[in-house]
Every structure is written in C-alpha cells, then in structure tokens.
C-alpha cells in the first residue's frame, strides 16, 4: 500500500521553536508518522483513498523546554491518532 500524505499548513499556538529548529521538529514528525503508518492501521475509508481539506487535531501537552524533537513526535501522534479513526 502507498500513502502519500502533504500538510500544508501547520499551526502551533503558543509554542516558540527558534527557525533554525524548525527542520528538526518537522523531520521528527515526518519519521514518526512514516513508523506509526506502517506498523499501524489507518481507517478502512482512507485506506480505499480520500482526501481531507482540513483536520482538527487535538490538545499536546508540551513541557516547558519546547524540544523541537519531542514536539514533532506528539504532533505525528496525534495526527495518526486522528487518521487512524477517521
């Protein structure tokens, strides 16, 4: 099975993760939504493919030094968390 996944837009309110950082958290995310895809499951309805305009995801608790890593890897969770009962 191929799965071809594109965010365009990221919005993270109220995290600040200095620019030259930003590649670091969006690799972490990358890697371990790829890890959570394949050693997971996606819903039956995406799996048949559909797209979605937009999707909603829910609260990350964060710790107070804002790891560009950690973030990322919360992030690609809840994503995942997301796409898998969609």
Known sequence: ???????????????????????????????????LLTDGKISPKLARGTALPCMAIGKIQLTDNHNPTQIGRKIARSIYEGISHE
């Open 1 to 35: 099975m191929n799965i071809n996944l594109h965010i365009k837009q990221l919005i993270l309110n109220g995290v600040k993760i200095p620019f030259r950082q930003h590649h670091l958290m969006h690799s972490s995310m990358e890697t371990e939504l790829a890890r």
